[in-house]
């Protein structure tokens, strides 16, 4: 395949460069394409991605749905056949404005304002369109093989919310026709495991408008599952010495501005409010609440470590283009936890924590994961908190902890809190990207900045070092992975309903009743289908749509038996126990957390 380079050169494309050159040249071609069926449409940013490539649009009053896409795809088909030549040549500042202003691209005027002064400007043509790009680009659309548009979304200018919202047009390609069917196929599958999809289905969890966009509820079953996957780590955590406690889900403003979050966070956060001259704001994250715990009373090095847990409500400002269901909301709650402890217990605590994530991943079977050693990046003047000393501090001693504790890691620059370095574990889920799930973080700057201190052996008055770690992440996002790793097809343990009763008739519906009501006092979780339908039909809806672990099909054998037929959802095997029977073995399995 041959490209274009900005400087008129036609090469063979390496290797390394030829998918993102495939999605650049398809993110002009869409372009040309809107621009043919929208005329007014001005045009931001239009690059390549991991996967594929978008274009930010301006289309004044005209809102697209899904239902534009195929007129977009079809005009860009149309212009892959048309086989038109991409020209490139390059013109100075002043003629380059000039030309962007000629053609009404408000968006190009501005980003030239940003380029340097001795910046080359540089335009890539194929027919009547005109885009500035650095390039390269193919030499004719013909060359672009397999795409696809797959959705639209919103986004900012510059990405700055007080700029003007656009329109996200998004879409993939592919060298051919295969790669694109692998993808679709990978597709499908990612949409069988939507976590929105399934508890949609499951009736898990909802979100409505009227609430709020990324304000997820969790309905019944779905909070059961939630509180299932709360009693959860904090057993785990009780037996290891953590102490839990529940705090406010707001702050004041300056209790944020003391921990630094109102300079290095101010725009994740939602606007303040003001009440009676004090001015508070929603939480988004708990550390400086354990602060102030911490700083309630003297302490001690007998004291330490001590460590502070809670399952916290916490609220950040996402932008409306980034929420996915509960995986990423503006509501969510975090298996949080704050570890006060003297440097010599840093190795210790980290190796406990470690320890913990590695447990928990056991007992959920997650093995597909990753270690992280997340830095700083030393020229970000703004995001981290400015001490090269304490960063220098922080790094090398969790370097040099996780190198004690044999744990496999990279190292990351840029990842880092705004106050400290940190562990990050990153999955791999069933279908997507990899992202973070567990998090240790270590900080000398939060303790310092809060003034804590603690009575040492000698009677000296020293700061203690904060460990921030969150095992299961948030529950609501590890509920999303859960969902989409299982497709809702839980364990025994977690599942909502755990025991479906499935009368085959009104002949044995008393029996059923009492079996029932036997097992709702045993504490097992389980409902009773007395819907007018054939058995066949309820015996596929508990499997199928509410994925129950154990159906009891009840007919009047089973009623002059007094005893149960059982169906394992896993086997799809029926076995007859006693009613007693069968009540044990569920109880041993759910204790067991088969």
């Given at each position: 395949?041959?490209?274009l380079?900005?400087?008129?050169?036609?090469?063979?494309?390496?290797?390394?460069?030829?998918?993102d050159?495939?999605?650049?040249?398809?993110?002009?071609?869409?372009?040309?394409?809107?621009?043919?069926?929208?005329?007014?449409?001005?045009?931001?940013?239009?690059?390549?991605t991991?996967?594929?490539?978008?274009?930010?649009?301006?289309?004044?009053?005209?809102?697209?749905?899904?239902?534009?896409?195929?007129?977009i795809?079809?005009?860009?088909q149309?212009?892959?056949?048309?086989?038109?030549?991409f020209?490139?040549?390059?013109?100075?500042?002043?003629?380059?404005?000039?030309?962007?202003?000629?053609?009404?691209?408000?968006?190009?005027?501005?980003?030239?304002?940003?380029?340097?002064?001795?910046?080359?400007?540089?335009?890539?043509?194929?027919?009547?369109?005109?885009?500035?790009?650095?390039?390269?680009?193919l030499t004719?659309?013909k060359?672009?093989?397999?795409?696809?548009?797959?959705?639209?979304?919103?986004?900012?200018?510059?990405?700055?919310?007080?700029?003007?919202?656009?329109?996200?047009?998004?879409?993939?390609?592919?060298?051919?026709?295969?790669?694109?069917?692998?993808?679709?196929?990978?597709?499908?599958?990612?949409?069988?495991?939507?976590?929105?999809r399934?508890?949609?289905?499951?009736?898990?969890?909802?979100t409505?408008?009227?609430?709020?966009?990324g304000?997820?509820?969790?309905?019944?079953?779905?909070?059961?599952?939630?509180?299932?996957l709360?009693?959860?780590?904090?057993?785990k955590?009780?037996?290891?010495?953590?102490?839990?406690?529940?705090?406010?889900?707001?702050?004041?403003?300056?209790?944020?501005?003391?921990?630094g979050?109102?300079?290095?966070?101010?725009?994740?956060?939602?606007?303040?409010?003001?009440?009676?001259?004090?001015?508070?704001?929603?939480?988004?994250?708990?550390?400086?609440?354990?602060?102030?715990?911490?700083?309630?009373?003297?302490?001690?090095?007998?004291?330490?470590?001590?460590?502070?847990?809670?399952?916290?409500?916490?609220?950040?400002?996402?932008?409306?283009?980034?929420?996915?269901?509960?995986?990423?909301?503006?509501?969510?709650?975090?298996?949080?936890?704050?570890?006060?402890?003297?440097?010599?217990?840093?190795?210790?605590?980290?190796a406990?924590?470690?320890?913990?994530?590695?447990?928990?991943?056991?007992d959920?079977?997650?093995?597909d994961y990753?270690?992280?050693l997340?830095?700083?990046?030393?020229d970000?003047?703004?995001?981290?908190?400015?001490?090269?000393?304490?960063?220098?501090?922080?790094?090398?001693?969790?370097?040099?902890?996780?190198?004690?504790?044999?744990?496999?890691?990279?190292?990351?620059?840029?990842?880092?809190?705004f106050?400290?370095?940190?562990?990050?574990?990153?999955?791999?889920?069933?279908?997507?990207?990899?992202?973070?799930?567990?998090?240790?973080?270590?900080?000398?700057?939060?303790?310092?900045?809060?003034?804590?201190?603690?009575?040492?052996?000698?009677g000296?008055?020293?700061?203690?070092?904060?460990?921030?770690?969150?095992?299961?992440?948030?529950?609501?996002?590890?509920?999303?992975?859960?969902i989409e790793?299982?497709?809702?097809?839980?364990p025994?343990?977690l599942?909502?309903?755990?025991?479906?009763?499935?009368?085959?008739?009104?002949?044995?519906?008393?029996?059923?009743?009492?079996?029932?009501?036997?097992?709702?006092?045993?504490?097992?979780?389980v409902?009773?289908?007395?819907?007018?339908?054939?058995?066949?039909?309820?015996?596929?809806?508990?499997?199928?749509?509410?994925?129950?672990?154990?159906?009891?099909?009840?007919?009047?054998?089973e009623?002059?038996?007094?005893?149960?037929?059982?169906?394992?959802?896993?086997?799809?095997?029926?076995?007859?126990?006693?009613?007693?029977?069968?009540?044990?073995?569920?109880?041993?399995?759910?204790?067991?957390?088969?």
């Amino acid at each position: 395949m041959k490209i274009l380079y900005n400087d008129g050169h036609v090469a063979e494309c390496p290797a390394e460069l030829e998918l993102d050159t495939l999605r650049h040249s398809a993110a002009h071609i869409m372009a040309q394409a809107v621009k043919r069926l929208y005329p007014q449409a001005h045009f931001a940013y239009g690059p390549a991605t991991e996967k594929g490539f978008h274009y930010d649009i301006d289309l004044g009053d005209v809102k697209l749905g899904d239902e534009d896409l195929p007129a977009i795809e079809k005009e860009m088909q149309k212009i892959v056949k048309e086989n038109l030549p991409f020209k490139v040549y390059p013109l100075p500042r002043e003629e380059a404005v000039k030309l962007m202003e000629s053609r009404g691209e408000i968006y190009k005027v501005e980003h030239i304002s940003d380029l340097p002064e001795d910046a080359t400007i540089t335009f890539y043509q194929q027919g009547d369109y005109i885009d500035m790009c650095v390039g390269p680009h193919l030499t004719y659309t013909k060359a672009l093989k397999a795409f696809k548009l797959t959705a639209l979304s919103g986004a900012y200018w510059k990405n700055d919310q007080k700029n003007k919202m656009l329109t996200r047009i998004n879409g993939v390609a592919f060298r051919n026709a295969e790669e694109l069917a692998a993808y679709e196929k990978e597709m499908e599958e990612a949409r069988a495991r939507d976590h929105r999809r399934i508890g949609k289905d499951m009736s898990l969890f909802m979100t409505d408008d009227l609430v709020g966009k990324g304000l997820p509820m969790f309905l019944p079953k779905g909070y059961v599952i939630w509180q299932q996957l709360e009693n959860y780590i904090r057993d785990k955590e009780v037996m290891l010495g953590y102490q839990h406690v529940m705090t406010p889900c707001v702050g004041t403003v300056d209790l944020y501005r003391t921990s630094g979050h109102w300079e290095h966070y101010k725009d994740n956060m939602f606007p303040a409010m003001e009440v009676e001259g004090e001015s508070f704001v929603l939480r988004p994250m708990n550390c400086p609440h354990h602060m102030r715990i911490y700083a309630n009373r003297p302490r001690s090095y007998r004291d330490l470590p001590l460590r502070i847990g809670e399952i916290a409500h916490d609220f950040r400002f996402e932008a409306s283009g980034t929420l996915k269901g509960i995986e990423r909301g503006r509501h969510f709650c975090q298996n949080d936890a704050h570890l006060f402890v003297t440097p010599e217990q840093i190795k210790d605590e980290v190796a406990s924590v470690v320890d913990l994530i590695f447990s928990t991943y056991k007992d959920f079977g997650i093995t597909d994961y990753r270690c992280v050693l997340s830095l700083r990046d030393p020229d970000d003047k703004v995001k981290y908190h400015q001490d090269d000393a304490m960063w220098e501090k922080a790094e090398s001693a969790l370097r040099e902890v996780l190198r004690e504790l044999n744990i496999d890691f990279t190292e990351e620059i840029g990842e880092a809190a705004f106050y400290g370095p940190k562990l990050d574990v990153n999955v791999k889920p069933a279908v997507g990207a990899e992202y973070t799930l567990s998090t240790c973080q270590l900080d000398f700057c939060l303790p310092a900045k809060f003034d804590l201190k603690y009575i040492d052996k000698d009677g000296s008055e020293k700061t203690p070092v904060v460990l921030h770690r969150a095992i299961l992440g948030s529950l609501d996002r590890f509920m999303a992975y859960l969902i989409e790793e299982t497709k809702g097809v839980f364990p025994l343990w977690l599942a909502p309903v755990q025991v479906k009763v499935l009368p085959v008739s009104d002949k044995s519906m008393e029996y059923a009743e009492k079996v029932y009501q036997q097992l709702r006092e045993r504490r097992i979780r389980v409902e009773l289908d007395d819907r007018n339908e054939k058995i066949g039909y309820k015996i596929r809806y508990a499997r199928q749509v509410d994925k129950v672990p154990y159906m009891l099909i009840l007919g009047e054998k089973e009623v002059a038996e007094g005893n149960v037929s059982a169906r394992d959802r896993a086997t799809d095997q029926t076995e007859a126990y006693t009613l007693e029977e069968f009540e044990n073995k569920v109880l041993r399995e759910i204790a067991e957390r088969k």
